[in-house]
């Protein structure tokens, strides 16, 4: 029978950067050698799951530029084998091939994006909310009124946080355009900020179908869709969401989904307002949207 340090030496041993599950699993009295055995397997636990995650990230990221890949593909081979091919067929084929490198274009900067929010946040400099939300619905006022769809704002003045100006200011905007891209022509959205216990909130409320109770939990997860409200005809990388929620807890943050299916949706960003104790705890965060008290103290 091994010695706890040969047991532990025999692990490690064994351990490669593609294997991570092996585990000490040291028996024994709760001693100084045990409490390192165990440190120890806690952390291959979390490099193993770190790993298979970024398999999975990769796997996606692959089977998303394979599609528009293969859309390219398979219209300019039909168009190059067809002899009697006419100018409209090569523009119809062009406009097909177009649209797809867009899609892998949005795809390609999702990804960069993500993989600057990885990297430790070096950005830390008062942000005004406000003004950062004003903005966001400027640049998306053109794309509203595209689509027949009203973009209203509600914002408090003075709204101030501390972190990546630009790196809020995408969180916002991605939120922004998933509204205006699955609410129905002729609907509103609403883009929304505020302050409530010691929380800066921006809230974008829109009229789209709505997400299901059993899918909310992973809308912002990576490359996920539902079938209905997040199909890929709709031309998303599948990553804005996953990106909202990296800015914001890479900010301390949360944000929150409130939806029910065909009574629209609405996105809350909760952020630490400045002026606190950097080296305090959080304020509670209230459990309830801001816009559902905004609503009750207007009708009352």
């Keep these: 029978m091994l010695s706890p340090i040969g047991r532990i030496r025999e692990v490690a041993d064994h351990i ?28 291959l636990e979390r ?10 990230f990769i796997a996606d990221a692959s089977h998303e530029l394979r599609n528009p890949l293969a859309v390219m593909r398979t ?16 523009r119809s084929a062009a406009v097909v091939v177009q649209r797809a490198t867009q899609r892998m274009g949005r795809l390609v900067d999702d990804l960069l994006a993500l993989a600057r929010l990885e990297a430790p946040r070096a950005r830390s400099e008062p942000v005004d909310v406000s003004t950062l939300t004003k903005e966001v619905a400027d640049d998306f006022d053109a794309m509203g009124r595209d689509r027949s769809i009203a973009l209203d704002i509600d914002v408090a003045r003075g709204l101030e946080v501390t972190g ?27 883009l929304s900020a505020g302050l409530a216990g010691g929380w800066c909130w921006v809230a974008v409320e829109d009229s789209g179908p709505g997400i299901a109770p059993e899918d909310q939990s992973r809308v912002f997860d990576r490359f996920w869709r ?12 599948g990553l804005g969401l996953a990106i909202v929620r990296q800015v914001v807890e890479s900010h301390a943050g949360v944000v929150r989904l409130f939806s029910e299916p065909g009574a629209g949706s609405t996105f809350v960003v909760w952020l630490p307002a400045a002026g ?20 009750a103290t207007t009708s009352a």
């Design 276 to 295: 606190r104790d950097p080296e305090g705890p959080l304020p509670a965060l209230p459990a309830a949207s801001p816009l559902d008290r905004r609503a």
């Design 226 to 237: 539902a079938d209905k409200s997040r199909s890929r005809s709709r031309g998303g990388s």
């Design 16 to 43: 490669q950067a593609t294997d991570l599950s092996r585990r000490i699993a040291l028996q024994g009295p709760e001693d100084e050698l045990k409490n390192l055995a165990d440190t120890f397997d806690r952390m």
């Design 164 to 190: 990546d100006r630009d790196a809020l200011k995408r969180a916002v905007a991605n939120l922004v355009e998933n509204a205006l891209v699955y609410s129905p022509e002729g609907s509103r959205v609403t």
């Design 47 to 56: 490099l193993d799951d770190a790993f298979d995650a970024q398999r999975q």
């Design 75 to 90: 219209n300019v081979d039909v168009v190059l084998r067809d002899p009697a091919a006419t100018a409209a067929d090569l």
